[in-house]
């Protein structure tokens, strides 16, 4: 019988939320939201990230279309200063209804 890999430093901290994380507070982080092409969601997305980091800057937005035009990847950058604080932004963000995906 062979024996589990051991796993990856970066599985590790995944997995338990009280390890020291990989990413050093504070720090600018890119957050790429997609969903449906339609009126409002960009807007969505900049008022929340505005909300966890009041030095956002919707200018610096970057917006793509998908292949068929239906859909909208919104990539937005913010200055996160702990791993509880980008949770929280990436839960906000997971389960607005206008989101399909966050990455």
Excluded at 26 to 43: T, Y
Excluded at 67 to 85: D, I
Aim: net charge negative; aromatic share 8%; hydrophobic share 40%.
């Amino acid at each position: 019988m062979t024996s589990a890999p051991n796993p990856s430093p970066f599985q590790q901290a995944l997995a338990d939320p009280q390890r020291e994380s990989l990413i050093d507070y504070p720090s600018r982080f890119p957050i790429k939201v997609m969903g449906a092409k339609v009126d409002g969601f960009v807007h969505a997305v900049t008022t929340i990230a505005t909300q966890f980091d009041p030095s956002f800057d919707a200018a610096s937005v970057e917006l793509r279309d998908s292949k068929g035009g239906n859909y909208l990847g919104v990539t937005v950058t913010v200055t996160v200063t702990s791993r509880e604080q980008l949770d929280e932004l990436y839960r906000t963000l997971s389960t607005h209804p206008m989101v399909k995906v966050v990455l």
